[in-house]
């Protein structure tokens, strides 16, 4: 398996690509001078970023793939479980091992330690990785990528880290999703077990039995709760797994977004035109932030936007229902685009994806363009639509394919 060798600027592409189609989720993506702070040491100490075409994947290859959970916590939960909250987590360097060490010594006359116990250190991450190679008794050939956004470039660099690469595919569909459910391996009927979990807490986790991907989501999600929003987890599938069951190069598709967004801001040209047409959709609506509305709980974040229109879209108002990553849309109340559907909200400078985990980004009066990019076929087939479908938030409304609401135009 020899892959492609990525470059500082693929990296970098790949950053403003993924924040272009994660549809507001995958996190906050870093800005340049964050990304140079990780990237350059890593390339300095002769780390090779390297991304494998899945169809170079042999049938026995194990891949391991990262299915984390995360999102918004109450105060109370944050305060109980020892975590900073998530604008501290997302938006400056938190190291969560060190806040969670000292808050656990700080508060040790509420919550004492056994004597048997230590307190969590920087391994909780890693020791993942190293139980899943003794429960698999095989080390991994490659990792995978869960979903697709502008944190993609850290999954490269942690496996070239190992010496291996990152297969060029995802599960979610060259976008971001709120559930692991979500994902094309329950589509295909993969079984969702056993999946192992770690916190910042230092717990271990191993989940050998479960009914259904659901379920393992919202075992997750619970333990994502009581670690103050967030929890590590980790399967593991073989090379044919992955490269029959997942969506293809789309890890490339981001970089080559990306990289059409990188030229047309240094030729002059219109940022979200270039998106648009590198992601195969178009541009639905521009206009300025004029509101955002969010709440965080359950591990997730949840909220509203809404964004008044300029130029040819003056009058009309775009809104946005997201839970982590956007959902649901409207132009002046009536129902548009709609997951699984892509829609993203883009700088009109930049070409960047506004995050919904970055509140500041929302501030009143930014010029943006919305995004808008038909889903995988996989999403409109039978099982598909059952998984990821408007009626999984709650809207009573049937799903319309993104090419009919845009066809019709907008009233």
Not at 46 to 64: F, R
Not at 190 to 214: I, T
Not at 301 to 306: C, S
Not at 314 to 342: A, C, R
């Amino acid at each position: 398996m020899a892959g492609t060798i990525l470059t500082k600027e693929d990296l970098w592409d790949m950053v403003v690509g993924g924040s272009a189609i994660s549809t507001g989720g995958g996190g906050i993506g870093p800005t340049r001078a964050q990304f140079d702070a990780v990237v350059d040491p890593a390339l300095a100490s002769g780390v090779q970023p390297t991304l494998l075409d899945p169809t170079e994947l042999s049938d026995d290859a194990t891949v391991y793939m990262g299915v984390g959970a995360g999102g918004g916590v109450r105060r109370e939960d944050r305060e109980r479980y020892l975590q900073p909250s998530v604008e501290q987590a997302w938006t400056i360097p938190v190291n969560r091992i060190e806040w969670t060490s000292a808050e656990l010594r700080h508060k040790d006359y509420l919550y004492p330690l056994g004597d048997w116990a230590s307190l969590p250190d920087q391994s909780w991450e890693q020791v993942v990785d190293d139980r899943m190679r003794e429960l698999c008794g095989k080390s991994p050939d490659a990792y995978v990528s869960f979903e697709i956004g502008p944190n993609n470039f850290r999954q490269v660099l942690n496996a070239a880290s190992k010496g291996l690469p990152l297969v060029d595919a995802d599960t979610a569909g060259y976008r971001a999703v709120p559930e692991v459910s979500m994902c094309s391996l329950n589509v295909y009927g993969v079984p969702a077990q056993p999946v192992l979990f770690s916190s910042s807490w230092g717990d271990l986790m191993v989940l050998e039995r479960v009914v259904s991907w659901q379920r393992m989501e919202d075992v997750g999600r619970h333990l994502a709760i009581v670690s103050g929003g967030s929890v590590r987890g980790l399967m593991s599938f073989d090379g044919a797994t992955i490269r029959e069951k997942t969506f293809r190069n789309t890890v490339s598709k981001a970089r080559k977004i990306g990289k059409a967004i990188r030229t047309a801001r240094e030729t002059g040209k219109d940022v979200a035109d270039a998106a648009a047409e590198a992601s195969g959709g178009q541009v639905l609506f521009r206009g300025i932030v004029q509101a955002r509305i969010n709440e965080d709980h359950t591990a997730f974040i949840w909220g509203t936007e809404r964004i008044i229109g300029t130029g040819d879209y003056v009058g009309k108002t775009f809104k946005i229902w997201y839970k982590n990553e956007n959902h649901m849309s409207w132009v002046n109340d009536q129902p548009y685009v709609m997951s699984p559907d892509l829609v993203t909200v883009l700088d009109a400078g930049t070409g960047y994806g506004l995050s919904n985990f970055d509140a500041p980004a929302w501030d009143y009066g930014r010029e943006v363009a919305v995004l808008g990019v038909p889903c995988d076929p996989l999403w409109r087939t039978e099982r598909g639509a059952r998984i990821f479908h408007p009626w999984r938030w709650g809207f009573a409304c049937d799903y319309t394919p993104m090419e009919e609401v845009v066809a019709k135009g907008l009233d």
